[in-house]
């Protein structure tokens, strides 16, 4: 994979065919635009390159009261490109000063001089530039003028689909995991350090891992316990666990933690990364009249989590 994060730093590419977009959560509508971009590069002989932002533009231009977090991080989002089939990916850095360009400079300082593009690609909603003016439109109008060619992916191919990320964010708020996942066409992830805890798990029979994320802008499910594959950098393998996200109110805790329980594993892995993939919600979180009944309860939490769990081996 090649990734470009200096837009004056650009090769010539070879019949460039390019989409545009921030491709958060690389879900499956994005795979249909993924898609097209390869195939018609390969009609032309061309290139793909796929052109996303870093912050996501929300996080730039957006009038939100609340902080938008994303699905995954920049590291993530190339990995799953880059498993999609494109070798080419150029990042721009979005700032104010880029998202108030006219539309018009966007087409010709930008697509034009930067790509060069023999075919551009585009959802029928992408909009660019100042005021999100630019759309499709404006793109074909100018095609003539530039000598490119541009092609519109029909709502209703993307819209059959019903999905977005912002509906993937939605679902995971509400700890729908499984339609999460369906419309990623992936796991969840969440990865982070494990940093010291109260080890009241270990007390309980139950150790935990403490993790600490290391995107403070990524998603975090909603409050509760799951089922959830676990790796990390000191083990190799997959392992079974389940997974708590909150406020441990049986014990009156206060602040929201994420702790997982993993499955036959005892080794040492305090101050190492570990990467968590969220497979089915269990429940809800729930203040416990005692220790025992919360015993009682993770008991039969691990008894569901190795049935859903079953079909997945190390």
């Given at each position: ?26 879900h ?29 533009p ?39 000063t ?15 001089e930067?790509?060069h ?13 100042r005021?999100?003016e ?11 003028t ?36 369906e ?6 992830t ?33 409050k ?29 805790g206060k ?14 892995i ?5 990467e ?6 269990l ?32």
């Open positions: 994979m090649h990734l470009y994060n200096d837009i004056t730093l650009l090769p010539v590419f070879r019949n460039a065919v390019i989409t545009i977009g921030t491709f958060d959560g690389v499956e509508g994005h795979s249909r635009i993924i898609s097209q971009l390869i195939n018609e590069a390969e009609l032309v002989k061309g290139t793909p390159v796929v052109i996303t932002f870093y912050p996501h929300k996080q730039v231009v957006g009038q939100y009261k609340k902080p938008v977090f994303v699905l995954n991080t920049q590291e993530e989002k190339y990995r799953l490109l880059e498993s999609k089939g494109i070798d080419h990916i150029v990042c721009v850095p979005f700032t104010k880029f998202a108030e360009q006219p539309p018009e400079t966007y087409i010709k300082d930008f697509i034009v930067k790509f593009p023999h075919t551009i690609i585009i959802g029928y909603d992408h909009r660019f530039g005021n999100r630019g759309d499709y439109k404006l793109l074909e109008d100018a095609a003539h530039y000598q490119y060619k541009v092609k519109e992916i029909p709502e209703y191919i993307l819209k059959s689909s019903i999905i977005s990320s912002t509906k993937i964010r939605e679902a995971l708020l509400t700890g729908e995991i499984d339609i999460a996942n419309f990623l066409g992936y796991a969840y969440l990865s982070g350090k494990v940093t010291e805890g109260k080890k009241l798990g270990r007390t309980l029979g139950y150790p935990t891992a403490n993790m600490a994320i290391h995107h403070p802008s990524k998603l975090i499910p909603a509760g316990i799951y089922a959830v594959m676990v790796k990390t950098e000191a083990v190799p393998g997959r392992f079974k666990g389940m997974m708590s996200i909150g406020t441990n109110p049986t014990v009156d602040v929201q933690t994420l702790e997982v329980n993993i499955f036959d594993f005892d080794a040492d305090y101050n190492t990364d570990i968590v993939s969220f497979i089915k919600k429940r809800n979180e729930e203040k416990f009249n005692s220790l025992q009944e919360l015993v009682v309860q993770m008991k039969l939490d691990k008894i569901d989590t190795l049935n859903i769990l079953k079909e997945y081996n190390k």
